[in-house]
């Protein structure tokens, strides 16, 4: 195998779902940071996400990228209006109440999807996609757009956190949230905003999946584990290290094909999640200590 | 002197069991109160029940005319009261900078102002505005944390044993920081350990035990007091 077959079979493949992994790791680990509880409906958000931008391609038959926006505000309402009904009581009970009811959310937006959508697999587009050379490295279109979109979602993402108000305050939430309160910062709203954020990055994740696979009612669940290690590589908190934990975890899954059988690959994270928990349970980038 | 605080016969504490009995305090404008007395003898308890973190069962508390017990800690913090906690009392991965701007998280105007006063305060600060909290002496982050509890201009600031863990150079650092902040206008309600050095800057203290008043005065008055001496001074 030549480099260029090693780097168009396992290295492209694998940072593509390496972003869309990022995506979602970004969100876990916003959520753990901020609220402190792993959010077991976050693949349950992508699946969700990726559905509704079907569903504004079959209803006004638009290339699937002008679904990407709705649906990313969708999610972002689905995912405030659950913290509403589903979290918010729970806030004062220990927070294995708020992971279970989590879990209950994931299985209600699966259902609902199933329910409006069906249990077969569907595309946004159908037919074969050939890919374009560039120097001998193959890319498709949809491929390139995942890559720059995903990139672009974590820069705007990261620039908000790092220069505006209202991201510091999120950090300062993260942070320290009795010191947050002791401030004035109106922790409501940046628990608003917070799952507002996250739930349009499940559903980016779930389109750019979708996109580039296919989209099922039980993708979003199989997502989870790969986003928890990528959260748990990079260090639970830290956005950076999520994006870099997405992009290790989904290079390690395609290359792990060369030595192990590919229905398998999925094994690759659980193998980085146990490394990292007893290895360096900080992750990459010292994050918070579960 | 009018009183900007009042704690009237305050019992509470955490679910069930009370901390502190019927414990009185007032602090006057201008004034430096400080609150000594034994480990465990409810010194930061009542400090916490004056800025909304603890259940208060029985009993009153009025700042500036408004009765705030009961009231939760983001409004009475709006209403102008600062607090320092003893410890986790910085955003540790934000710089100085950031973390004061925190401090200002709600106001609208004069956020440039705040700034300017704040780093006229703590000129080691404005070296260091771009540092990381988390990474500065224990010296100095109590200085972003008193400095951020500053950026509202609150009419009273709390100071939860500021000096723990300090060594006597920066403590000493810390009380004249205390006497400028007075200088600024800002009534100081300060929990000590270091006893004999808080009652020097005090303008009047109370000595707390088992939960309890058990005595007051001015801090010269109780620094000669032979009892106060015996009990809680060592010697």
């Given at each position: 195998m030549?480099l ?6 396992h290295i492209?493949?694998g ?11 970004i969100?876990v680990?916003?959520?753990?940071g901020?609220m ?17 931008a ?7 038959g ?5 679904g ?23 806030r004062?009970r220990?927070?294995i109440l708020?992971?279970?009811?989590s879990l ?7 259902s609902?999807v ?17 890919p ?5 490295v193959r890319?498709?279109?949809r ?13 705007a993402l990261?620039?908000?956190?790092a ?7 999120m950090?300062?939430?993260s ?6 309160r ?7 709203l ?18 750019f999946?979708?996109?580039n696979?296919e ?13 928890f ?12 290290g ?13 290359c ?8 398998y690959?999925?094994a690759?994270?659980f ?16 994050g918070?200590?579960? | ?5 009042s ?8 679910g069930d069991a009370?901390?502190?009995?019927d ?20 010194k930061?308890?009542a400090?916490?029940?004056v800025?909304?973190?603890l259940?208060?069962r ?5 700042f ?8 939760g ?9 600062g ?6 009392n ?44 988390g990474r ?11 400095g ?20 006597p150079?920066?403590m ?19 929990v000590?350990q ?14 707390l035990a ?14 000669e ?7 809680f001074?060592?010697?």
């Amino acid at each position: 195998m030549t480099l260029l077959d090693f780097v168009n079979f396992h290295i492209v493949p694998g940072l593509v779902l390496g972003s869309i992994y990022a995506l979602g790791a970004i969100g876990v680990t916003l959520v753990f940071g901020v609220m402190r509880f792993a959010h077991l409906a976050h693949g349950d958000l992508a699946t969700l996400g990726a559905f509704i931008a079907l569903a504004v391609v079959w209803g006004t038959g638009l290339n699937p990228w002008f679904g990407l926006p709705a649906a990313m505000a969708f999610a972002a309402g689905v995912a405030i209006g659950a913290d509403r009904l589903f979290y918010a009581h729970l806030r004062r009970r220990p927070l294995i109440l708020t992971v279970i009811a989590s879990l209950g959310v994931a299985l209600m937006l699966r259902s609902l999807v199933q329910m409006g959508f069906g249990v077969d697999s569907q595309s946004y587009v159908r037919g074969i996609v050939r890919p374009d050379d560039y120097f001998g490295v193959r890319l498709r279109d949809r491929e390139l757009l995942t890559l720059l979109a995903a990139g672009l979602l974590v820069l705007a993402l990261t620039q908000f956190l790092a220069r505006t108000r209202l991201g510091k305050a999120m950090r300062a939430m993260s942070d320290n949230p009795d010191l947050a309160r002791l401030s004035g910062v109106d922790t409501g709203l940046v628990t608003a905003l917070t799952w507002g954020i996250v739930g349009a990055l499940a559903a980016a994740a779930g389109f750019f999946l979708g996109l580039n696979t296919e989209l099922r009612s039980m993708m979003g669940w199989q997502l989870l584990l790969p986003m928890f290690a990528a959260a748990i590589l990079g260090g639970v908190g830290r956005v950076e290290g999520a994006l870099v934990g997405g992009l290790v975890v989904g290079v390690l899954e395609e290359c792990a094909v060369l030595v192990i059988p590919a229905q398998y690959k999925s094994a690759m994270a659980f193998a980085v999640l146990l490394l990292m928990l007893s290895v360096r349970p900080t992750g990459l980038f010292r994050g918070k200590v579960l | 002197m009018s009183a900007i605080l009042s704690v009237e016969r305050v019992t509470g504490g955490y679910g069930d069991a009370d901390i502190i009995h019927d414990v009185s305090m007032t602090v006057g404008r201008g004034e430096i109160v400080v609150v000594v007395g034994p480990n465990g003898a409810g010194k930061s308890t009542a400090m916490k029940a004056v800025i909304g973190l603890l259940r208060i069962r029985h009993g009153h508390v009025w700042f500036d005319g408004a009765p705030i017990a009961g009231w939760g800690a983001d409004r009475i913090v709006r209403h102008g009261v600062g607090f320092v906690p003893q410890v986790d009392n910085v955003f540790r991965e934000m710089t100085v900078h950031e973390n004061l701007e925190m401090g200002a998280f709600i106001r609208r105007d004069g956020v440039a102002a705040a700034f300017e006063r704040v780093y006229a305060l703590f000129p080691d600060l404005a070296l260091k505005r771009r540092e990381l909290a988390g990474r500065l002496s224990g010296g100095q982050r109590q200085m972003v944390a008193m400095g951020r509890a500053l950026m509202l201009d609150p009419r009273l600031l709390l100071l939860d044993e500021p000096t723990a863990g300090l060594s006597p150079l920066y403590m000493e650092r810390i009380f004249e920081i205390v006497r400028d902040i007075r200088a600024a206008g800002v009534s100081v309600m300060l929990v000590e350990q270091h006893a004999r050095q808080a009652l020097a800057l005090a303008d009047r203290a109370y000595v707390l035990a088992a939960g309890r008043n058990r005595r007051e005065g001015t801090g010269a008055a109780l620094l000669e007091d032979p009892e106060i001496a015996q009990l809680f001074l060592g010697g």
